[in-house]
């Protein structure tokens, strides 16, 4: 089975424009989640979406967003981009909500100049 | 609300060296999971292992072995006889079952371990 992927890998943004970044998860899992992750922060929950609909959010401005689509694949958006929001980008695909496992892709890189 | 500290930001240690990775955990929850990943300089999270609160049997995989004990919340990682390819940093990171917690990890800040040859 192929593994979670992620595009593009890297990106470079000016602050103020938008960013969507793209999610596949492993065939037949319906649960996508996104994190983020800084040097400072570290790693932090972003949202969680199942079944087209988002089911769980982390403490983040409305600027990030999601959507996931009937075939499980996720995107995530970020508006009006600030230089804070360079990080690496993860999403992690999951079988069904209650199964507890999370499988991790290679993530995007962003860099807001 | 959960928090995951690792208490060793970064371990250095020579090839064939044992080294345990500390992971202490705080929840009210009764129910849950925790998880170590390993994280290459590729950047992608790779899955070691998972146990839930009602299984404190430690498991040995290869090099690589776990502490559960729930009476410290602790949740400790050892690899034995260390290798180069071991370097990178490792999480741990708490998953409570179910309501408003599907698919929402908390992470650890992560250690970094540099196994030197």
């Known amino acids: 089975k192929a593994g979670v992927t992620q595009t593009p890998r890297y990106l470079i943004k000016t602050r103020g424009q938008q960013v969507t970044l793209s999610c596949s998860p492993i065939?037949?899992?319906?649960?996508v989640s996104w994190y983020q992750q800084t040097p400072g922060q570290g790693l932090q929950f972003l949202f969680e979406?199942?079944?087209?609909?988002?089911?769980n959010k982390g403490n983040f401005p409305g600027r990030f967003s999601g959507r996931q689509f009937s075939n499980s694949r996720s995107e995530m958006n970020v508006s009006t981009l600030e230089l804070g929001d360079s990080a690496l980008y993860l999403c992690a695909s999951s079988p069904t909500r209650s199964s507890y496992e999370q499988y991790f892709g290679p993530g995007t890189r962003l860099t807001v100049t | 609300a959960q928090k995951v500290t690792q208490a060793q930001t970064e371990i250095s240690v020579v090839e064939k060296e044992d080294v345990t990775l500390d992971c202490v955990y705080e929840t009210r929850d009764t129910t849950y999971y925790l998880f170590w990943y390993k994280q290459p300089p590729s950047g992608e999270l790779v899955f070691l292992i998972r146990r839930n609160s009602f299984d404190e049997q430690n498991e040995i995989s290869g090099r690589y072995s776990w502490n559960f004990q729930k009476s410290t919340s602790s949740f400790n990682f050892t690899i034995t006889a260390s290798q180069v390819v071991d370097s990178a940093v490792y999480f741990c990171?708490?998953?409570?079952?179910?309501?408003?917690?599907?698919?929402?990890?908390?992470f650890g800040q992560g250690t970094i371990l540099t196994v030197h040859p």
């Open positions: 979406y199942f079944s087209e609909t988002q089911r």
């Open positions: 990171a708490l998953l409570l079952a179910g309501g408003t917690s599907y698919g929402k990890l908390t």
């Open positions: 065939s037949g899992h319906r649960s």
